[in-house]
Nanobody, 127 residues
Framework: QVPLVESGGGSVQAGGSLRLSCAASRYLDRSYCLAWFRQAPGKEREGVAIISPNGGTAYADSVKGRFTISQDNAKNTLYLQMNTLKPEDTAMYYC?????????????????????WGQGTQVTVSS
């Protein structure tokens, strides 16, 4: 199984920005739905953003207007640009790949819909 490898996490102050990257070479074709999830201590892992094989995107309400998911096929990389960060964005962030149909499902935010995961990268936002 080809791994997904995240990078770019770190510590920032509220209002700052970070860009997460995920090396996802095998998954950047038209067969997979790609996603970013996050998990805060004591909470369930939740979907943050997805990008479909045709480039369509969707976001959790909590990050709309602040986060942007994108992919660069030439670099085999998935990104999550995070702006205007808030302390409640503090979590471990994971990239994930699932069957393309997931991107067109209302249940895309459920972790069980995705079968391929990275190891995660920590994001900490201080007030």
């Amino acid at each position: 199984q080809v791994p997904l490898v995240e990078s770019g996490g770190g510590s920032v102050q509220a209002g700052g920005s970070l860009r997460l990257s995920c090396a996802a070479s095998r998954y950047l074709d038209r067969s997979y739905c790609l996603a970013w999830f996050r998990q805060a201590p004591g909470k369930e892992r939740e979907g943050v953003a997805i990008i479909s094989p045709n480039g369509g995107t969707a976001y959790a309400d909590s990050v709309k207007g602040r986060f942007t998911i994108s992919q660069d096929n030439a670099k085999n990389t998935l990104y999550l640009q995070m702006n205007t960060l808030k302390p409640e964005d503090t979590a471990m962030y994971y990239c994930a790949a699932g069957e393309f149909q997931v991107c067109y499902s209302a249940s895309w935010r459920l972790k069980d819909r995705f079968g391929n995961w990275g190891q995660g990268t920590q994001v900490t936002v201080s007030s």
